[in-house]
């Protein structure tokens, strides 16, 4: 008989987030943690009215593990955008009739723990996902493939960069040959140059959001971006030791032709949000090439031990845009994961 007992939120509180806050900062996951943390959670349920859920794992009166969801619903992103009047309207027909439970990571438990308490830890997760009608894009464990129908698992993978006691030159050497002669064409042009936004000029920050507006009229993209939000970000991680930068690819020091997000801890970052201006591509520059380069030197730089590129499809009906996406992250020769996926 073990000691373990666990207890459900419905909601992130001041109690439970203290409690989660010093779970992660006392124990060393190779993931990328904001993404789990409260300030992250709260930050998208104050940005999309949403909800989340919270299961603590106890063995007597110490945390051994959690798992965090949240509550969202289709059309989320696209529903924020919308004026106040029509979104409050909306809103509730569609967490009625669209909402599901989506995870970052299935379980996140100490390292220590006996193979019979993580079993009996999993099967308590086991039914409280059964239990959710609707599950949109989630990992599961692999050894949780024969609990569900095989019409609901599918596969997803991702490239990872092991960046521990590496210098540049170790990394540059497996580059791709496509991806050096890339990088070589973009650095010779010295009109073309790659930065981090500055979150402290308003003025370089209102531009920047500016210029996503009129990018993603042409790519359909449906990120909301705020100068202000932006700013109060920033300064919110930083306070938590946390990264969020913003890298441009500019032309003549003056024109932006693409950026790319990146957000983790000290120890795991992600990229997200790509964009690329019509110029850009008119111009043949490959700016995920250039921007990812110089990620990998920030990481290095600031001793950031993985740098993740978020994802590709592996099944080989993808689309022609998915295979695309998929050899642009390959070039780098990073470690490729796989994992399953959980969609009801």
Avoid at 60 to 82: C, M, P, S, T, Y
Avoid at 215 to 229: L, P, W
């Amino acid at each position: 008989m073990n000691d373990i007992s666990f207890i459900e939120y419905d909601e992130l509180n001041k109690k439970n987030s203290i409690i989660l806050e010093k779970f992660l900062s006392e124990n060393n996951f190779e993931l990328n943690t904001l993404l789990i943390s409260p300030i992250w959670v709260s930050k998208l349920i104050n940005q999309y009215d949403i909800c989340c859920q919270l299961i603590i794992f106890y063995e007597k009166d110490e945390v051994i593990a959690f798992h965090l969801r949240q509550n969202e619903f289709r059309g989320h992103i696209r529903v924020r955008n919308f004026p106040f009047l029509i979104r409050s309207i909306l809103t509730p027909i569609l967490k009625l009739f669209f909402s599901y439970s989506i995870w970052r990571y299935p379980l996140i438990a100490k390292e220590n723990l006996s193979s019979e308490n993580l079993q009996y830890i999993n099967n308590c997760l086991e039914l409280s996902i059964n239990a959710i009608r609707h599950v949109k894009f989630s990992p599961i464990h692999y050894t949780q493939n024969m609990l569900f129908d095989n019409k609901e698992i599918s596969k997803w993978a991702t490239y990872i960069a092991d960046l521990r006691s590496k210098e540049y030159s170790d990394l540059y050497a497996f580059f791709s040959r496509s991806l050096k002669r890339s990088l070589k064409k973009t650095r010779s042009n010295n009109s073309i140059t790659c930065e981090r936004l500055d979150f402290l000029d308003k003025k370089m920050v209102t531009n920047f959001v500016h210029w996503v507006q009129i990018v993603q009229k042409t790519t359909g993209k449906k990120f909301k971006y705020d100068a202000d939000k932006l700013i109060k970000d920033k300064r919110d991680f930083s306070d938590k030791k946390f990264i969020y930068e913003i890298f441009l690819v500019k032309l003549n020091m003056e024109t932006i032709l693409g950026s790319m997000v990146i957000y983790g801890d000290r120890n795991y970052v992600n990229e997200a949000e790509l964009n690329i201006s019509e110029d850009a591509k008119k111009m043949n520059i490959v700016i995920q090439d250039l921007i990812r380069d110089e990620v990998i030197q920030f990481c290095i730089k600031n001793k950031v031990s993985f740098y993740d590129f978020s994802g590709f499809n592996p099944n080989k009906n993808r689309s022609k845009k998915e295979e695309g996406i998929r050899f642009g992250k390959s070039k780098f020769n990073a470690n490729e994961v796989h994992y399953s996926i959980l969609n009801r």
